[in-house]
């Protein structure tokens, strides 16, 4: 628990924060489970188990991943041992609109307050994935450290994670087509074109397609561009990029990013496996906060 407040934040792999990152926010991250292959591991931000680079080698490979919500027993056997030891807890869940997890803390959220009398288990739904996630982590952390409670947090929360934009890219339609985000044909004559399209998440958490762009380098820049169309005081700003094993591309993200906004500070991590399922790799993703979500 952080040393400036009564209650504990924790959220779940998805957020795609590094080991060091949430070591300095003071959060604890709960390890989503995912299965490749004939093999399943748990996506820890550490990478203990399979790293990024690895599963992506994979995915490369044909092989195919599946991920799984983090069921209501598992949430009971984290949760109640804080509650039970006197502290509350602010669990920030991945986008209900991309996973039922949220949902299955919410079960379990009612019964653990009535289990332990005067203590709360608040549970904010990010609507939001990845890195996206990972930013509203983060401002909550700095949120916290500045003396805010719980209440006025899950307030503050829920009124502004409606202003963190997700923009993102995909190098392979295939993944997106699996998960039926996209048409089998629109992958097969998209693919053939160089197509690329950009896509963000929308203020019910959910991923919605918004352009197609010719080429790569386009589609990169064309997420700098959507920023600065919607961005509000970057100067002030800690931006986030993940990708999917394709670091290059997204530290040339970055630089556009420092150079055209003169922003605080960018942080650039993978994109772990959980997300990667569904993305596959060469993934770009920009987060920041805006005026909107779109």
Known sequence: MSKHSDYKIITDSTCDLSPKLIEELDVEVIPMVFSIGDDTYHNYPDEREI???DFYDRLRAGESSITNQITPVRFTELFEPILSSGTDVLYIAFSSGLSGTCNNACLIAKDLEEKYPGRRLRVVDSLAASMGEGLLVYHAAKKRDEG???EELCGWLTENRNRLAHWFTVDDLNHLKRGGRVSGAAALFGTM???KPVLHVDDEGHLIPMEKVRGRRQ????LVQHMANTVEEPDQQMIFVSHGDSLEDAEYVAQQVKKNFHVKAVEINPIGPVIGTHSGPGTIALFYL???KD
């Open 219 to 222: 589609s990169l820049d064309s």
């Open 290 to 292: 805006g005026k909107n």
């Open 51 to 53: 790293s990024s680079h």
């Open 148 to 150: 805010m409670g719980l």
């Open 193 to 195: 074109l160089g197509i």
